[in-house]
């Protein structure tokens, strides 16, 4: 396993009075683990921060990204929109529903065409002649789940909120081809997953102030579950003769999410995401290349809890312009008024004294 190493807190004031720190502070090495497990864990760390774990009770860390665990990447597929849009739905009220569908799709295409293509210097380059490719795709799924949408429009601005959540578990996969001057290519996919999901949205818009408008919309996504994927490619082409391909899987919980907002032409997002879980992955890779057989290999393991967060802001200056204008114009008028109302009265109360006084 990768080292432990404790926080440091010490001020550098404290550090040149120390010296240099004593033994003691670092964390013992008693139960550590056998030097050939200790070894693969240094491997694959180095590799990708593979064996990651959030900080202890005690303020341990193990390395660097442990405040910040990368679980392997998993291949997924999305079934096709035709899919879905003809899959069988039965609503069973109150916005209950069930979902299944299964099928497939596929795209064939026999026509040799050329193409040439273009060098840095803007040269015409080599030709290349794609004669036949291809794609397919295929899923099954099953969903149990409960959604809607409101929307209302007032005197103050317009609000709508929309959301679903539900239970299900899907599988699918998909493959492309491509056979040309340049080689023949095979890649694919396959991924399935099951667990529950939800999603949902809400924004709300005022109405218009001096031609502006304010608002904040947000929308957010959360799956927790189980889901593994694979993908590969064969090929023997110009560039890439072998195969290679990915083999993962992920066990937990992920939600990510995203808040936008805006006040006349100022505008802002922030977004975030979180996992937490264990995740696995195996790729490897085969090639041939100029005479030498190439064999490649990498093996990791997540486990922990991660988080990011992200923000932009950004001001529209012609639109920020206008609006200052007209809040200039507005205030100008404002003030013109106001100066109006107050020699009114100071005219009306120096005419009641006057009169007093017979002047």
Do not use: C
Request: charged residues 20%.
């Amino acid at each position: 396993m990768p080292q432990l190493q404790k926080k440091d807190t010490t001020t550098p004031a404290a550090k040149s009075s120390a010296g240099k720190p004593s033994a003691a502070a670092a964390p013992s090495a008693a139960g550590a683990a056998p030097k050939l497990v200790e070894q693969v864990a240094r491997a694959n760390y180095k590799e990708g921060a593979a064996l990651v774990a959030p900080a202890n009770a005690n303020g341990y860390v193990a390395g660097k990204e442990a405040a910040k665990p990368k679980m392997p990447k998993v291949a997924s597929v999305d079934p096709s929109k035709e899919m879905l849009a003809g899959a069988k739905k039965t609503d069973l009220g109150h916005g209950g529903y069930t979902q299944t569908w299964a099928g497939g799709s596929a795209e064939n295409e026999l026509k040799p065409t050329v193409v040439r293509e273009r060098e840095k210097d803007g040269k015409a380059g080599k030709a290349k002649l794609d004669v036949v490719s291809g794609t397919a795709t295929a899923g099954v799924g099953a969903r149990v789940g409960i959604g809607g949408e409101v929307e209302k429009s007032g005197r103050y601005g317009k609000a709508a909120a929309k959301g679903d959540i539900h239970l299900g578990a899907e599988a699918g996969a998909d493959a492309k081809y491509k056979v040309g001057s340049d080689g023949v290519e095979l890649s694919g996919n396959a991924a399935a997953k099951a667990g529950v999901e939800a999603s949902g949205s809400a924004s709300l818009e005022s109405a218009k102030v001096l031609g502006q408008t304010a608002g904040i919309a947000g929308k957010a996504k959360g799956f927790a579950g189980a889901r593994v994927g694979a993908g590969g490619k064969v090929a023997i082409t110009k560039e890439f003769v072998g195969a290679k391909g990915q083999i993962g899987g992920f066990a937990g919980a992920e939600a990510s999410g995203e808040l936008a907002g805006h006040i006349g032409p100022v505008a802002g997002k922030v977004t975030a995401a979180a996992q937490a879980g264990i995740g696995a992955s195996l790729d490897g890779e085969i090639s041939y290349d100029h005479g030498k057989l190439k064999l490649s290999g990498h093996a990791a393991v997540a486990l922990g809890v991660g988080a990011s967060l992200g923000a932009s802001v950004e001001i529209d200056i012609g639109t920020a312009l206008k609006m200052g204008g007209a809040i200039a114009v507005a205030a100008a008028r404002a003030a013109s008024h106001s100066v109006s109302q107050v020699a009114a009265t100071l005219g009306s109360a120096w005419g009641s004294v006057a009169h007093w006084f017979g002047l």
